[in-house]
């Protein structure tokens, strides 16, 4: 999921014969069919735009969709958008008999997508979509827009200028060429359409150079190494299994815009466990289904013999109607002691919205120190050592070199088996 950041300036930039040529050896000698291709080129185009653009905030998406390969490539993203939970709209008021494309409008038509001829476009984009994807030409482009992308490229200039925006209006997400854009050259006169978002597929073309919207993204994930080497692309990983990854640095935040809209179900009196740690326990199942990353992980709040507040994450170890358990170097217990009484803090959500959150209150008793040992020698080796170093934890060491040195001994020292947690 999370994209990484690449310096834009150690990027490649394709030309348009360069791109051709590519695609030419994609489809020939490399056997990859035309059909592949889109797919994974309109899959990233709709992984991106999810990345941004939540479907929460962004629900209504217009893909407007040209006659070639480009227009494919909408036609397919807008399937995914769809599966994704937004709700698309097409435009595609040139279409082709081909197999390939009359299957793709088939299928949007089965989703019970609708198709929108120029003619029933809505008058003001700006109250009917929040997402306006460009899909109208890619790298194929030449001389001048005819009708009737004449007019909806002149619609979009017109619409959206994301630096001088003033309330809010749809965004524009470009497939691979900002539609109308000198494929090399980019916005000659300064006058094409200005998009927030460019999705550049298998590698940026050269007029990619010339995007300053926020966010630049690569999608295509099928380059194999012959091709990167034969034309010496430098391009960004990918991160994980992600089908797209963010190029160049991300737009500066405003913290304060920066917020959830929580989509959760009612949660009635009626459906609450009678027993707290049953609840918990539901919510923790939940979190773990939802594919939440570390739910176990907590805030531990507590207050030292002088009354000061202090706060840290921990991880839950386990939780039964005898409390929650979690574990710490022993020392620090002795140093707050008022670990005797503690709030915890649990948060569950996920992308999808909130599942719940818990307050523990209570004392604090250690376990006995027989699950103690048992837990310590469950950890893995170096977890191990890392306790018994971390009994540093929280205090100020002369520098790093003297934990490295304790991590060390301890190494050689127990080399050759289990060691004491108390050692
Ligand atoms: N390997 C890859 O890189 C992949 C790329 N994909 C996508 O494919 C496009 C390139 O697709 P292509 O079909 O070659 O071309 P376009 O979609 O850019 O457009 C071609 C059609 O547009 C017409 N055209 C061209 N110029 C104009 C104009 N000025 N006015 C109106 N119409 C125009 C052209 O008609 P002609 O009669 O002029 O030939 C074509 O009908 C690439 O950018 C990616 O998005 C694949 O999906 C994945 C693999
Ligand atoms: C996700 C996460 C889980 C953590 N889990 C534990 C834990 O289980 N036990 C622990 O002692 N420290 C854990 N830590 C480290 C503590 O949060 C914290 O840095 C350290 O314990 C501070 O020591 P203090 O308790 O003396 O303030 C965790 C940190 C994070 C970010
Ligand atoms: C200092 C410290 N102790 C313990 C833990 C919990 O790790 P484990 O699951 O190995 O007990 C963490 C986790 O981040 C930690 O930072
Ligand atoms: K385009």
Known sequence: MASSLQNQGSITYLTQREAAEIDEILMGPLGFSVDQLMELAGLSVATSMAEVYKPSEYNRVLAIC????????????????????YKPFVCYPKRTSKPLYSGLVTQLESLSIPFLSVDE????????????????????FHGAPRPPFDNLIEKLVHLNNYKQRQQKSPVIVSVDIPSGWHVEEGDVNG?????????????????????????????????????????????????GTSMCVRIGKPPQIDISALRE???????????????????????????????????????????????????????????????FVWCTPIMKVGRHASYQKILMHHFFSTGMGLIGRVRVEGSVQKVSDDESEQYFHSRPRGSQIGAIVSKQQSTIVPGRHV?????????????DGEFDSKA
């Not at 040209?66 to 939970?85: C, E, K, Q, S, T």
């Not at 927030?196 to 380059?223: E, I, N, Q, W, Y």
């Open 403 to 415: 934990l490295h040195q304790l991590y060390k001994e301890l190494e050689e020292k127990y080399s």
């Open 66 to 85: 040209g006659p070639g390969n480009n227009g494919g490539d909408g036609l397919v993203a807008a399937r995914h958008l769809y599966h994704f939970g």
């Open 261 to 323: 809209n929580y989509m959760s179900p009612d949660f009635l009196e009626e459906q609450v466990e009678a027993d707290p740690i049953d609840q918990f326990r539901k919510w923790f199942d939940d979190a773990v289904a939802a594919g939440l990353k570390e739910p176990n992980a907590m805030a531990l709040s507590t207050t030292g013999k002088d009354g000061k507040p202090s706060s840290r994450m921990v991880l839950l170890k386990s939780v039964d109607k005898d409390g």
């Open 121 to 140: 476009l809505p008058v003001d984009w700006s109250n009917d979509f929040d997402i306006l994807v460009d899909a109208m030409f890619g790298f194929s």
């Open 191 to 239: 006058e094409g359409i200005k998009p927030d978002m460019l999705v550049s597929l298998t590698a940026p073309k050269l007029c990619a150079k010339k995007f300053s919207g926020p966010h630049h993204f690569l999608g295509g994930r099928f380059v194999p190494p012959s091709i990167a080497e034969k034309y010496k692309l430098h391009l960004p990983p990918y991160p």
